[in-house]
């Protein structure tokens, strides 16, 4: 398979990473970041939109740096899992992610911007072709989307990252930076619904690094994955519980693999968590849990069976840490 | 010879450690030092058997091979003569390959599944550029196929495609870049038709059929193959004891090797062309490229690469492997083709994808009186080994077991999907899945255990199986045996916790098909080997055995070493080109070993003659009282008296210089007459039994399968490191069928997960712990009594892993593979029907043995004295299916009842009631229907 021509930029800098993304966008060339590449790659190989160029992050050193509250967006997966300050939580769900030789080159920064993947989407330009292309990758014909026909206006590709349900349930901060400057918000907040938009990332703008608050340390946590295999295979389905344990009102639940964003379940966590009751309001939270997501058929596994499933890992999530 | 000329690198110490002359200035080994051991080596007595006076025990008995044993390879485990090239990155697979001057060729696929092309326009590609040539079917018209019956393939597509992925064109340009950029420019004014996706309608009439066969098409449908076969006294079924019914749904799975196709050709300055390619069945190819391209086979040399993997999936002669002769001829360059994965995928001839329903029945004394099979195989767009396929789906489910009657119904139609074909335990593996747990069901009914229940119902060594199939021999028995001991089955059965399961599961197959496909086995042997040792006392084996992983080329280097006494490095076995290799059928149906292993030894034999009677005339003594060890011949009696090999083989060499023989294997007449009695025919047939261990979350429906005991008959082991290698290797390839892989088939009829991301193939991480166990029983015909290990020791790992799933939750699942999701709905299901809140509250399954347990176990035990001696042939009388139902062996079946059916055709009061797949036999030929075009 051959890699479609595109011109490689290794900025040493912010400022110089920020400088070429606005040149470019003056230029109204069209780019993409690439860090670790295990995701970019695969799909320009498949020439799913590819651009002529692409702003490679690897040389930025704040990008690089890891402490125990601020992890930069180039951090491989295999260091979150071999250095020993990363939070216990973030260490389990980046073992779990994909294979031992993917983790080596794939990012944080990567994963938590991960393309939003689908049955009609990850396929070769030939097999798209034969299907006249989707609305996701529409080579201007303005397709309709494949997974549900007759409408032109969502796509539905499923975010498959591992990482995002757990650092937005440990309550993580993104720090994006872009031509108009830095800025710092919520990761929860960061995802914006329809797998195209993917997120809330501006022209130019990139993801520096991920910060934990102060409390994070205190929280417990356990990261439930759905996949076929035990290795390479994205998550099926994905939820992650975290408390500061035995406070029911901190407790904080977010699933991934489900929809086209990854989200936080505050609303079905917050209207059982005050009155808890050991050994009966875990089932009713798992269930409300599952009622509150809406797979569709485009990975591996039937959306009804995904769905299912999430009570299951919902309950062993919370039982993990001993919510029970 | 210059003073400082060394034979070998290194060692130029003048000094040696054992204190010997140095052989340092002589420039050629002194005589009889041959290999890298300076000193004859002790013969080996503990691989010498003991029927010949040696160690080696032979619970199976002797064989007519002992004697030419000389301790030397043969049941030693070696590492394959091909690894050290493997494993240091030096052997060349097909995408290796780089000639001077080469081109790349791409090929136009297919947008469409089903379509006419009214016209291509290649005028806007050959203005391109870069470009070097084109070609389209036009270019090709004539067919080819895997079988002279069906030759069904272009190079490319003719008039229509079939496919989505089906090749439509082709081009080769000076780089990739071009060559993919030159796809978009073809113009193609398409015709689109109806595409036939589901199996089920490929039995009904349609438009346009998607291959016509003229006067033998069946009426309008897509049915490319239907079988009927009948046997056995059909009364037995009536009123049984226990009984099972099964509908099966099984997904098409792919072999997944790991090298894509990749082909390279070349027409030489001389215009002969070289085709270098990763084959499995070089002379299929070798035929099929004379027949397209017009070019006599002699003027043909096809290459073949090293094999990254084959399983089945490359032994097709195939349509890329004609583009890139075509373009190469028209552009006078060599062209390149590699595939992507997703091509790999497109051209398929993987599992079929097939609706299986097997109706079983026991009578009053727990003996199998009727296996009714039912299979509709979905083969997609061209036939390729379908027609095989279709029979074995049926009768290679006829053994292991005694049948009361054997019932069967098979049919292959052609869809728009992805060819399927011959792929590891070709046509068996489903059917053999659904009858072992339709035996597991029965044996449940009776409430006896499952083990107790095949072992009371084996067919003997050296019998016949309904259909006519001769049985040599059969370790059937001992393999039960012995993953019933190794498995602690009795402690586990029926009494493991929820979630936790164990199953039983055989396995048969055929070691080489009995019926060499063009040509008539009376005339032309199936497999030639010859070999030629020059004056430097090397051994080179000219064979056309296509090693693809398996180890064909170290079992036969391994059984001339044996004969010879040779050490294994002084054999040279060349593989690679038909030009130098006598004509082999190639790697399928599990034949290399058996045949061309016996090739070889017959080869290996006439040189070993030449060389004794040379030491004869040296020594005095008579070949008979002599002794071949390790590159010495001596007297039996008198170990000091005589002579190295080499100066034996010089002496031999006086007056015609260096030796040349040539082996033959033909298998022996066998067989019945009826129509498809071929299919399934083979000179001996692997068994196998496996136990497996499963984890199944219960709440998930992940099934884990975590230990299994893999025992199966090969026969001999030549190399035990081989034959496990082939059995763990089985068992991953028959889980990721159980478990995880299958082509997945969207609304629209594309294949959705055509790569190794999506395509579940089994990470090690879903690997059990294998136990491989093997097991010797010595076939009377088989090289050193080596039957196959390739293909058999997949099959019994499916219903093992499905029968231990029941165990484990009580759920009999009858959908492969058992994904999440089935297993899931299954358990849900059930906990339903109980009325329970939670899955984990389900009750397994256990059992309390009923009276019949005690009638099998006394039966098997009888029938465990009679198959001993038949083994040993201290038993040699005629045994025939039918003997355990009280017929005499002695007196044609069929004149001692009065319903004794042997049909190949349905009665017509029979049509009605025949299954999915019989419904082939409601339609008409053309002919029949007085249509004669």
Redesign the interface.
């Known amino acids: 398979?051959?890699m479609p021509?595109f011109t490689l930029h290794h900025p040493n800098t912010v400022d110089e990473a920020v400088g070429i993304a606005s040149q470019l966008l003056e230029q109204q060339e069209d780019f993409d970041w690439v860090a670790g590449g295990t995701d970019v790659v695969p799909n320009y190989k498949w020439r799913i939109n590819p651009k002529p160029h692409v702003i490679s992050l690897a040389n930025i050193p704040e990008a690089n740096q890891i402490s125990q509250y601020e992890i930069g967006c180039m951090t491989k997966l295999s260091q979150l899992t071999t250095e020993n300050k990363v939070h216990p939580l973030i260490v389990e769900a980046a073992s779990k992610i994909a294979?031992s030789l993917v983790r080596k080159s794939a990012t944080v920064g990567g994963n938590l911007c991960l393309d939003t993947r689908c049955?009609?989407y990850?396929?070769?330009e030939?097999?798209r072709?034969?299907?006249d292309w989707c609305h996701k990758a529409d080579c201007g014909t303005g397709a309709d989307c494949?997974v549900i026909p007759n409408q032109n206006t969502l796509c539905v590709a499923t975010y498959q990252g591992d990482l995002a349900p757990n650092f937005m349930a440990l309550g993580a901060k993104v720090s994006l930076i872009g031509p108009d400057g830095e800025r710092t918000i919520l990761l929860e907040d960061f995802y914006q619904l329809d797998g195209m938009k993917k997120n809330v990332l501006q022209p130019g703008e990139f993801m520096l690094k991920v910060s934990l608050p102060a409390d994070a340390f205190e929280y417990d946590g356990s990261y439930q994955k759905?996949r076929?295999?035990?290795?390479?295979?994205f998550p099926e389905a994905g939820i992650s519980a975290v408390w500061k344990k035995g406070d029911y009102s901190t407790l904080k639940i977010a699933s991934t693999a489900l929809e086209s964003i990854p989200k936080t379940h505050d609303s079905q966590v917050g209207e059982f968590a005050s009155s808890w009751q050991n050994g009966t309001t875990i089932s009713q939270l798992s269930d409300a849990i599952r009622k509150s997501v809406k797979p569709v058929n485009n990975t591996?596994?039937?959306p009804?069976?995904r769905k299912?499933?999430v009570r299951?890992l919902t309950k062993r999530a919370l039982k993990n840490i001993g919510c029970e | 010879m210059s003073a400082g000329y060394r034979q070998q690198p290194g060692n130029r110490s003048s000094k040696r450690t054992d204190g010997k002359r140095v052989a340092g200035k002589q420039v050629f080994p002194p005589p009889g030092s041959g290999g890298s051991r300076p000193v004859m080596k002790e013969r080996d007595l503990d691989f010498i058997p003991e029927s010949v006076g040696g160690k080696e025990p032979q619970p199976a008995g002797s064989h007519i091979h002992d004697r030419i044993r000389t301790g030397t390879v043969v049941g030693k485990s070696l590492s394959l003569v091909d690894s050290n090239a493997k494993v240091t990155g030096q052997a060349w697979y097909g995408d290796d390959v780089r000639l001077p001057n080469e081109t790349i060729g791409k090929i136009l696929?297919s947008?469409?599944h089903y379509a006419k092309i009214k016209s291509i326009d290649t005028s806007r590609v050959e203005a391109l550029p870069g470009v070097i040539s084109v070609a389209t079917g036009q270019d090709a018209a004539n067919s080819f196929g895997v079988l002279p019956v069906t030759k069904d393939e272009h190079a490319m597509a003719v008039e229509k495609v079939r496919h989505?992925?089906d090749l439509v064109a082709c081009v080769c340009a000076e780089t990739?870049?071009i060559a993919?950029e030159a796809l978009s420019l073809f113009d193609i004014e398409w015709e689109v038709l109806e595409p036939v996706f589901d199996r089920k309608m490929g039995l009904e009439d349609v438009d346009e059929p998607i291959h016509w066969r003229g006067k033998y098409h069946l009426s309008r449908t897509n049915v490319q193959k239907r079988v009927f076969q009948e046997f056995g006294d059909r009364s037995l079924v009536d009123n049984p004891h226990a009984a099972s019914h099964g509908k099966w749904s099984m997904e098409g799975v792919h072999h997944g090797f790991t090298e894509p196709h990749a082909v390279v050709a070349h027409w030489d300055p001389n215009g002969r062309l070289q085709l270098y390619t990763p084959q499995q069945v070089p002379h299929y190819t070798h035929r099929a490229l004379s027949t397209v391209l017009d070019v006599p086979m002699h003027q043909i040399n096809v290459i073949r690469t090293f094999v990254g993997g084959g399983f089945g999936g490359k032994s097709d002669p195939f349509p890329h492997e004609m583009c890139a002769a075509i373009l190469s001829r028209k552009s006078g360059r060599p062209v390149r083709i590699t595939f992507?994965?997703?091509e790999v995928y497109w051209i398929n001839r993987g599992r079929h994808p097939s609706d299986i329903e097997v109706k079983m029945t026991a009578d009053d004394v727990g003996r199998i009186s009727g296996f009714d099979i039912d299979a509709l195989i979905d083969g997609g767009g061209f036939a390729s080994f379908g027609h095989v396929t279709s029979y074995y789906n049926g009768v290679l489910a006829t053994a292991p077991y005694e049948l009361g009657s054997f019932h069967y119904t098979g049919a292959r139609v052609w869809t728009n999907k992805p060819a399927s074909g011959a792929m590891r335990g070709h046509g068996a593996v489903n059917t053999r899945c659904a009858v072992e747990v339709g035996l597991d069901e029965m044996a449940e009914q009776m409430a006896v255990d499952p083990i107790d229940l095949r072992l009371a119902n084996l067919l003997p060594p050296h019998s016949r199986t309904i259909t006519g199939f001769r049985i040599t021999s059969n370790g059937m028995r001992e393999a039960l045996e012995e993953v019933r001991d190794g498995s602690k089955w009795d402690e586990k059965f029926r009494q493991l916790p929820l979630g936790k399961g164990i199953g039983v599961g055989c396995g048969f197959f055929i070691s080489g098909s009995g019926l060499p496909i063009h040509w008539d086995p009376n005339r032309f042997p199936h497999a030639t080997v010859h070999i030629q040792v020059d004056m430097d006392g090397g051994v080179t084996v000219h064979t056309g055995a296509a090693d693809i992983g398996q180890g064909s080329t170290t079992a036969v280097a391994q059984v001339v070493a044996e004969v010879l006494a040779l050490p294994i490095e002084m054999i040279h076995v060349r593989s690679h080109e038909s030009d130098t290799a006598p004509v082999d059928l190639g790697s399928y149906s599990s034949r290399v070993t058996f045949m061309n292993a016996n090739a070889a030894i017959r080869a290996a034999l006439e040189i070993r003659e030449q060389i004794l009677n040379a030491a004869w005339d040296i020594l005095g003594y008579h070949p008979n009282t002599l002794v071949l060890n390790d590159r010495r011949i001596y007297y039996k009696h008198d170990p000091s008296i005589g002579v190295s090999y080499l100066k034996a083989l010089h002496k031999a060499q006086e007056d015609k210089g260096s030796l040349i023989a040539s082996g033959a294997y033909r298998s022996p007449p066998m067989g019945g007459v009826h129509k498809g009695a071929a299919a399934g025919l083979a000179p001996a047939y692997s068994f196998s039994a496996y136990v497996a261990e499963v984890d199944v979350d219960v709440?998930?429906?992940l099934v884990k399968c975590t230990n299994v005991w893999a025992a199966h008959d090969c026969g001999k082991a030549l190399n035990p490191l081989a034959v496990k290698g082939q059995i763990i290797g089985s068992c991953h390839m028959g889980l990721g069928q159980v478990l995880?892989e299958k082509m997945?088939y969207?609304r629209?009829g594309?294949l959705?997960?055509?790569n190794l991301?999506?395509y579940?193939i089994?990470?090690?991480?879903?690997m059990p712990h294998v136990v491989p166990i093997i097991i010797e029983s010595c076939d009377p015909e088989g090289p050193f009594g080596a039957k196959e290990a390739g293909e058999g020791p997949l099959l019994p790992i499916l219903p093992a892993v499905v029968n231990a799933v029941y165990d484990a939750v009580g759920v009999r699942f009858r959908d492969l593979p058992l994904?999440?999701?089935i297993v899931?709905?299954g358990i849900e299901r059930k906990r339903k029907s109980l009325k329970l809140d939670d899955c984990l509250e389900l009750p397994n399954p256990r059992l309390e043995h009923g009276p019949m347990q005690e009638v099998l176990v006394a039966r098997a035990n009888e029938h465990k004295t009679r198959d001993k001696a038949r083994q040993r042939t201290e038993d040699t009388s005629h045994y025939v299916n039918g003997v355990l139902f009280g017929f005499d062996p002695n007196i044609p079946l069929e004149d001692q009842v009065d319903g004794w059916r042997m049909a190949t055709e349905p009665d017509p009061e029979q049509l009605a009631e025949l299954g999915l797949a019989g419904k082939a036999w409601l339609k008409k030929t053309q002919r029949e229907m007085g249509r004669d075009d």
């Open positions: 398979m051959l021509p294979s049955f009609w990850n396929q070769s030939d097999w072709r034969s299907i494949r759905l076929l295999r035990e290795s390479w295979d591996a596994l039937p009804n069976y299912s499933v299951i | 696929r947008p469409h989505m992925g990739e870049a993919i992507d994965r997703e709440e998930l429906g995880s997945v969207g629209t594309h959705q997960n055509a991301l999506e579940k089994p990470s090690v991480h879903e994904t999440p999701d899931y709905k």
